[in-house]
């Protein structure tokens, strides 16, 4: 009941439990479980109208048992091996996420979690069990006026041997899965998929209203991390009521109840304020689902965890910053403000219009959020300091580099400089980094 109470509004029960569910790494192999068990059912509903009989007269005789003993023995010996392969998988998941979390960062635990493939094979497992343990709860040998369920035997089997074949493909991916290069590749993926088609996305180039100063503020009820936010609904809203709303909060920040989240132009009654409150989705947890954000925080930090004393492996480290340079040339191409686009259900109508503004983590307090903590505990070591030169340098030869973009990199250019000069007590080591900023586009170089 405690976790009850702490939801003060049943859209915000619904959401909770709708994501534990969901997130959940038992979510899909108990829909597999269920649909085994129907199938199951199915298999006895045929077995009983003849199935065997009919299957018999087409399949090889081999095929098919002929003895209640050998099918009841097979079914048997195929539970306990295949209880014990799933307790060893299991635990092969748990040795991952141990090592993922210690070795890289806690945060991309869900991605790991969410892996189809992993839950996939854990459901089918789960459901040959099942079909295997009511196979032999219902083999009757001692009437003898009931067939031998010989095709059922056989389906069974062969979802054994399938079991077997899916646990060398399961031990496969799970060897990828704790490899550095394959997360940070997934990470980066997922992305540059979210910066194609998430909200920042359906940005327009629309400013803000003159008037936003005398738009009056609304606060959050609850506490969590900013998902996501309903646009789709809100707009419609936006639209019947004639109101705008710009959000003050962008996505992946943690709100605090009581925090200012967003402003509008008019004067809201409380069943409407609360109506938008239930469209802002709120976690416990961050996610790189939707919110390209995510994917930087999360490189970074297995960048940190890299560079640690007790890890200590620049090598992570510097093909965390190649992943990060690839990702903030796709950044500085985004919008950095404007109002949400949001299209119309009925696609042959026009699009609603933009009554909705967005803050967005830009470029400027993204690039200082990342390299500021490279800096602390990198600022030792040469290499990557060279590294994080190296991905300015790049940034600064983009085309679509503009003049704020650069004086942004000239800051980040200086105080990289500062900290060589202060904390590389070898002097030949400090001339390597002014020897690399000297090679910098000369609009780059600050005089």
């Not at 018999?56 to 081999?62: G, I, K, S, V």
């Not at 040959?128 to 006026?145: E, R, S």
């Not at 390209?292 to 960048?303: C, N, P, R």
């Not at 500085?332 to 026009?350: C, D, Q, S, Y």
Request: aromatic share 12%; hydrophobic share 45%.
């Amino acid at each position: 009941m405690e976790m009850f109470k702490r939801f003060k509004r049943l859209p915000y029960l619904i959401q909770f439990l709708y994501e534990k569910v969901t997130t959940s790494i038992a979510f899909y192999p108990m829909l597999m479980v269920f649909g085994f068990f129907l199938f199951t059912g199915l298999m006895f509903y045929l077995e009983a109208h003849g199935l065997t009989a009919w299957m018999d007269e087409r399949l090889p005789p081999f095929l098919l048992i002929k003895s209640w003993n050998v099918a009841q023995s097979l079914l048997t010996t195929l539970v306990g091996a295949l209880i014990s392969l799933m307790v060893f998988s299991f635990s092969m998941v748990m040795v991952l996420l141990n090592n993922a979390a210690s070795n890289f960062s806690p945060r991309i635990l869900p991605s790991l979690i969410s892996n189809k493939f992993h839950q996939f094979v854990l459901g089918t497992y789960l459901g040959t069990i099942v079909y295997c343990l009511l196979m032999v709860l219902n083999m009757t040998p001692n009437q003898d006026k009931l067939p031998l369920p010989g095709f059922s035997v056989l389906l069974g089997i062969v979802f054994g041997v399938i079991c077997l074949l899916l646990f060398v493909f399961f031990i496969h991916s799970i060897s990828e899965s704790v490899q550095v290069g394959k997360i940070l590749q997934s990470i980066h993926n997922e992305t540059t998929y979210n910066m194609r088609n998430g909200t920042i996305s359906q940005l327009s180039n629309e400013a803000l209203p003159k008037d936003i100063d005398k738009w009056k503020s609304y606060t959050a009820d609850r506490s969590g991390y900013l998902q996501s936010v309903n646009f789709q609904l809100i707009g419609k809203i936006c639209v019947e009521e004639n109101i705008k709303v710009k959000v003050l909060i962008p996505e992946s920040r943690f709100v605090f109840e009581g925090a200012e989240l967003f402003i509008c132009n008019k004067n809201l009654e409380k069943d409407l304020k609360y109506e938008i409150l239930e469209y802002f989705v709120l976690s416990v947890s961050e996610s790189a689902e939707k919110d390209h954000i995510v994917g930087f925080k999360q490189i970074t930090e297995i960048a940190l965890k890299a560079m640690s004393p007790g890890i200590n492996d620049p090598g992570t480290a510097l093909s965390c910053i190649n992943y990060l340079t690839i990702l903030f040339t796709k950044k500085m191409k985004l919008p950095e403000t404007g109002a949400v686009k949001i299209e119309n259900e009925n696609k042959k109508e026009e699009s609603l219009p933009n009554q909705i503004w967005l803050s967005v983590i830009g470029f400027d307090e993204l690039l200082s959020f990342v390299l500021a903590p490279l800096r602390q505990y990198a600022r030792h070591d040469l290499i990557v300091m060279l590294k994080m030169l190296e991905m300015l340098k790049f940034l600064a030869s983009r085309n679509h580099c503009t003049e704020v973009h650069l004086k942004i990199i000239q800051r980040e250019v200086e105080i990289l400089r500062v900290d060589a000069e202060e904390y590389l007590t070898n002097s030949a080591d400090y001339n390597k980094i002014i020897a690399y900023i000297n090679t910098f586009p000369k609009k780059t170089i600050i005089a």
